[in-house]
């Protein structure tokens, strides 16, 4: 048979042990939204950079591009 010091024992342990997993919980969530977070704005930034790169390639009139790409061909 369990005396109650054992059995007050085998309670704490087993709060303790609830009381870690809901801990480990919280902050692997944490973790996860801080990761989406930082994922979602290098996403963001690339779509910035991307938005502003075509506005300036739809600004550029024939001529441009045509001197653009006569560049581009070797010598």
């Known amino acids: 048979m369990f005396t109650w010091p054992e059995i007050i024992l085998l309670v704490l342990k ?5 009381m870690s997993e809901a801990h480990d919980a919280k902050s692997f969530q ?6 989406i ?3 979602s704005a290098s996403i963001l930034t690339k779509t910035a950079a991307m938005k502003t790169l075509k506005d ?5 009139t024939s001529e441009a591009v045509d001197a653009q790409l006569a560049g581009l ?3």
């Open 30 to 35: 944490a973790g996860t939204d801080a990761e």
């Open 56 to 60: 300036k390639i739809n600004a550029l």
């Open 73 to 75: 061909e070797p010598k």
């Open 37 to 39: 977070a930082k994922v």
């Open 14 to 18: 087993l709060v303790n042990n609830l």
